[in-house]
């Protein structure tokens, strides 16, 4: 440890030693590229490096990875493991990689206007293997039909560092994980009705040689009967803070400009500008964004724990704020599909719904207009879900078996859009503070698109 911390020391002295100065003098191709060692690295923690020291030789320089290699000389994936930034040359260890524990070199290309050099050998780094730690599944909700014996998950994120051996501790009569991947499968065909569909939540353990890890509720997989429709979307969000929304495959974007739009039999108009109506971080909350935010949850089999779910609060101030979904592809789905949300509403002030308004749209993706997504032209499907949400519990505990029953609905996604590529947008509306204050949440709970 001492010896670690001893390198560390000494490569950064040798780096402060080549001053800017010195650098600035000498013109020619790029030479002396010093990184400072690295100590103590933990697979799957994220890590940068110091600004290396180089002589750039005038002017600006790029730096790029050329190879990574491990002790056995063999070639490291660089992508999924490590990136740099081009214009300093600091080096970043991605979380959630997948190095396994052992010894890595970098070759690293250093580029100016004379010539590339590429400097071998330039920064070695031992990664050590730790208990497993943050396993998660992305995405974590699945659905498949009982006779699809070809279903299987994506493979688990992990820290740590193995190889690990995962294990799955309930559901084995229907279910059966790869013990070197983590992806889960059928283990048989599942009977169950046409019109049926069985939710399973299944807890996964994952242990290497310094320890396990094992997570209940870490994955949901719906069984379905023949004539349910697959889950095709499900959006899902991380908690948001106040460099992110924290969504993951959903989009948070305003409009600004004029609106019009039929209030209590009224058409009004509006201009919402990027100044007052734009999305802001206040404390520990988005207002006027859509962002995750975290929340006691009760769980159908009563167990009580916590969710996250993708919430809107305008703030007393006008604005129109698209949640959109990514990409979704019904190119193979012709039958059937439909939008499938649920959610709760919150009253503050006195806020009422004829102002405060959440739709549903649609639009195919060869309409979109990619430098501004809400100025297209979406089909508004339903003008204002939102009083078919459920009401915010007055105790905070959200219950999910309330959301199943009172607070879900289905929309039907017109025929004119199977077998294309959409985007599916939640859209709320608050509008004309002379009807009632602005201060209406909306928190949703789910996002989906189902399709046969």
């Given at each position: 440890?001492?010896?670690?911390?001893?390198?560390?020391?000494?490569?950064?002295?040798?780096?402060?030693?080549?001053?800017?100065?010195?650098?600035?003098?000498?013109?020619?191709?790029?030479?002396?590229?010093?990184?400072?060692?690295?100590?103590?690295?933990?697979?799957?923690?994220?890590?940068?490096?110091?600004?290396?020291?180089?002589?750039?030789?005038?002017?600006?320089?790029?730096?790029?990875?050329?190879?990574?290699?491990?002790?056995?000389?063999?070639?490291?994936?660089?992508?999924?493991?490590?990136?740099?930034?081009?214009?300093?040359?600091?080096?970043?260890?991605?979380?959630?990689?997948?190095?396994?524990?052992?010894?890595?070199?970098?070759?690293?290309?250093?580029?100016?206007?004379?010539?590339?050099?590429?400097?071998?050998?330039?920064?070695?780094?031992e990664?050590?293997?730790?208990?497993?730690?943050?396993?998660?599944?992305?995405?974590?909700?699945?659905?498949?039909?009982?006779?699809?014996?070809?279903?299987?998950?994506?493979?688990p994120?992990?820290?740590?560092?193995?190889?690990?051996?995962?294990?799955?501790?309930?559901?084995?009569?229907?279910?059966?994980i790869?013990?070197?991947?983590?992806?889960?499968?059928?283990?048989?065909?599942?009977?169950?009705?046409?019109?049926?569909?069985k939710?399973f939540?299944?807890?996964?353990?994952?242990e290497?040689?310094?320890?396990?890890?094992?997570?209940?509720?870490?994955?949901?997989?719906?069984?379905?009967?023949?004539?349910?429709?697959?889950?095709?979307?499900?959006?899902i969000?991380?908690?948001g803070?106040?460099?992110?929304?924290?969504l993951?495959?959903?989009?948070?974007?305003?409009?600004?400009?004029?609106?019009?739009?039929?209030?209590?039999?009224?058409?009004?108009?509006?201009?919402?500008?990027?100044?007052?109506?734009?999305?802001?971080?206040?404390?520990?909350?988005?207002?006027?964004?859509?962002?995750?935010?975290?929340?006691?949850?009760?769980q159908?089999?009563?167990?009580?724990?916590?969710?996250?779910?993708?919430?809107?609060?305008?703030?007393?101030?006008?604005?129109?704020?698209?949640?959109?979904?990514?990409?979704?592809?019904?190119?193979?789905?012709?039958?059937?599909?439909?939008?499938?949300?649920?959610?709760?509403?919150?009253?503050?002030?006195?806020?009422?719904?004829?102002?405060q308004?959440?739709?549903?749209?649609?639009?195919?993706?060869?309409?979109?207009?990619?430098?501004?997504?809400?100025?297209?032209?979406?089909?508004?499907?339903?003008n204002?879900?939102?009083?078919?949400?459920?009401?915010?519990?007055?105790?905070?505990?959200?219950?999910?078996?309330?959301?199943?029953?009172?607070?879900?609905?289905?929309?039907?996604?017109?025929?004119?859009?199977?077998?294309?590529?959409?985007?599916?947008?939640?859209i709320?509306?608050?509008?004309?503070?002379?009807?009632?204050?602005?201060?209406?949440?909306?928190?949703?709970?789910?996002?989906?698109?189902?399709?046969?």
């Open positions: 440890m001492k010896k670690n911390y001893f390198s560390i020391f000494l490569s950064l002295w040798i780096l402060s030693s080549c001053t800017q100065e010195k650098v600035e003098q000498y013109v020619g191709q790029p030479k002396d590229l010093r990184y400072a060692g690295v100590a103590d690295y933990k697979c799957g923690d994220f890590f940068t490096t110091y600004q290396p020291s180089v002589f750039v030789g005038g002017g600006e320089a790029e730096f790029k990875i050329t190879n990574v290699v491990n002790t056995s000389g063999e070639e490291i994936e660089v992508t999924n493991n490590f990136s740099i930034d081009p214009g300093n040359g600091v080096i970043s260890f991605l979380e959630y990689n997948n190095l396994l524990p052992g010894e890595y070199t970098f070759d690293i290309a250093v580029t100016n206007a004379i010539a590339e050099v590429n400097f071998q050998n330039v920064l070695s780094f990664a050590h293997q730790a208990e497993p730690s943050g396993l998660y599944y992305l995405p974590n909700l699945y659905s498949t039909y009982g006779t699809n014996m070809e279903f299987s998950t994506a493979f994120n992990v820290k740590g560092g193995g190889p690990y051996t995962y294990k799955l501790n309930n559901h084995t009569d229907v279910f059966t790869d013990a070197t991947t983590g992806s889960i499968h059928l283990a048989k065909e599942y009977t169950i009705g046409d019109d049926e569909f939710e939540k299944l807890d996964v353990a994952v290497n040689a310094q320890g396990e890890q094992m997570q209940e509720s870490i994955m949901d997989i719906e069984v379905l009967g023949a004539n349910i429709g697959q889950l095709i979307f499900h959006g969000a991380i908690k803070d106040s460099e992110s929304y924290g993951q495959n959903l989009t948070s974007n305003n409009y600004y400009g004029t609106v019009t739009k039929e209030l209590s039999g009224e058409e009004y108009t509006t201009v919402l500008n990027d100044s007052t109506h734009n999305p802001k971080f206040v404390g520990e909350t988005w207002r006027r964004a859509w962002a995750g935010q975290v929340f006691p949850y009760q159908e089999d009563g167990v009580i724990t916590e969710r996250v779910l993708v919430a809107y609060w305008s703030d007393s101030e006008e604005s129109r704020s698209f949640l959109a979904t990514e990409t979704v592809d019904l190119t193979n789905y012709t039958t059937d599909a439909y939008i499938e949300t649920s959610g709760l509403w919150r009253y503050s002030g006195g806020a009422e719904h004829v102002n308004h959440l739709s549903v749209a649609i639009i195919d993706v060869t309409e979109l207009d990619e430098g501004s997504p809400v100025a297209s032209e979406w089909e508004i499907l339903e204002d879900i939102s009083d078919r949400f459920i009401q915010f519990p007055t105790d905070g505990l959200i219950k999910e078996i309330d959301l199943k029953l009172n607070g879900s609905l289905e929309v039907q996604i017109p025929e004119k859009y199977l077998g294309k590529q959409i985007q599916v947008a939640l709320a509306d608050f509008l004309n503070p002379e009807i009632g204050a602005l201060t209406r949440r909306f928190y949703v709970h789910e996002l989906q698109v189902r399709a046969k």
